[in-house]
């Protein structure tokens, strides 16, 4: 089976731009997780999607991420504008109901100059 | 809240010698427990999970981990380490499906596979 794709794999853009990242989750794969890893530290949650409704949005940092989970398969997570802050990795993670752990994918650097 | 310690950040082993990534949660009562891998360029790789049970556990690629809830402890071991097991490796605990399977990882254990 396919698995978590994301892209872009790498994205480069300025203070201030809007950048759209994009998580395809494993087909039929209610759970869509979006987890973040800043530079040195540890990949911290963001949020959960179950099919196209969110689960728990706790981890968001400040209104300028917004994610969406149109018709709950893939899923996007907009950052506008972005500030140098927001640098580092995301990552998409996608599960089955219950619970057998997640199955990630590559993630998407970020890096805001 | 649940937090997750992995003491050492960097550790370097010679190829063959065996290998022990230490990792201390805290959390009030037994969490369900992971170790994943990230290797260069790639996703996080699931690694083994503990649950309940048997506190040994076994997973792939060799590795193994013990659950000891005395010391809030779950440290992952290799018997040999091979060159390929050059990557980063981090520890994560789960409050499971009440906690709507949300994840706290550590900060990585980096390892270092001397040839």
């Known amino acids: 089976e396919a698995g978590v794709t994301q892209f872009p794999s790498h994205s480069v853009i300025e203070k201030g731009q809007t950048v759209t990242l994009r998580c395809d989750p494993i087909?039929?794969?209610?759970?869509l997780y979006w987890y973040r890893r800043v530079m040195g530290k540890e990949i911290k949650f963001l949020l959960h999607?179950?099919?196209?409704?969110?689960?728990?949005e706790s981890g968001m940092p400040n209104n300028r991420f917004l994610a969406e989970r149109t018709g709950g398969t893939y899923s996007t997570l907009k950052v506008q504008p972005a500030e140098l802050e927001d640098s580092g990795v995301y990552f998409c993670?996608?599960?089955?109901?219950?619970?057998?752990?997640?199955?990630f994918g590559s993630g998407t650097r970020l890096t805001v100059v | 809240a649940q937090s997750v310690t992995q003491p050492d950040i960097h550790i370097t082993v010679s190829e063959g010698a065996s290998l022990e990534l230490r990792c201390n949660y805290s959390y009030g009562a037994t969490p369900y427990l992971f170790w994943y891998v990230q290797s260069p360029g790639q996703g996080l790789q699931l690694l083994l999970k503990?649950?309940?049970?048997?506190?040994l556990v076994q997973g792939i690629k060799g590795f193994e981990a013990e659950f000891k809830r005395s010391q809030s402890s779950f440290n992952l071991r290799k018997p040999s380490v091979h060159w390929s097991d050059a990557a980063e490796y981090f520890c994560?605990?789960?409050?499971?499906?009440?906690?709507?399977?949300?994840?706290?990882f550590g900060t990585g254990t980096q390892l270092k596979v001397e040839l």
């Open positions: 503990y649950f309940s049970g048997d506190t």
């Open positions: 993670a996608s599960s089955l109901q219950g619970w057998d752990g997640y199955t």
């Open positions: 087909s039929g794969h209610d759970n």
């Open positions: 994560a605990v789960s409050k499971g499906t009440g906690g709507g399977n949300k994840l706290t």
């Open positions: 999607f179950v099919k196209e409704s969110k689960q728990d």
